[in-house]
């Protein structure tokens, strides 16, 4: 059998599919699968969603952290002043693009540490959100 006979062999033994006998209670077995991992998935991302909701919640409210003490220790204060020296360097080389774009006033390290954790955390909802609703718009 030739390569240009074997295509449309396999495509006419292939083209109908036999019927099962008990295609009707499979397909129902597999319906009743799908809704029950969904209800099971939804709840298990609500209660995960709020058990970090309320971590982050309580954690940012308890945070009391002061670098500026002596009893931070000779790591941490290398740590803060690497940071800063990365900031800075940050800074310095998108300067000239903040300068064409006008935002020549704009400092990266300007803004506290707790306003950029609620910026960040914003982003992840966001970027959350906008997963579920391709998701969703896919299913």
Request: aromatic content about 6%; proline content about 3%.
């Amino acid at each position: 059998m030739s390569a240009d006979e074997f295509d449309p062999f396999v495509e006419r033994a292939f083209a109908r599919s036999p019927r099962m006998a008990d295609e009707a209670l499979f397909a129902a077995g597999i319906e009743a699968k799908l809704a029950s991992s969904t209800r099971l998935r939804t709840l298990a991302l609500t209660l995960a969603g709020l058990t970090g909701g309320i971590v982050a919640v309580r954690q940012s409210l308890s945070s009391a952290v002061d670098l500026g003490t002596a009893a931070v220790t000779a790591p941490v204060r290398s740590l803060g002043q690497g940071l800063q020296n990365a900031n800075q360097d940050a800074q310095l080389s998108m300067q000239p693009v903040l300068d064409q774009v006008g935002l020549s006033d704009m400092v990266f390290g300007s803004m506290g540490g707790m306003s950029l954790f609620w910026i960040g955390t914003a982003a992840l909802v966001a970027v959350a959100i906008a997963g579920a609703m391709k998701l969703s718009q896919e299913i």
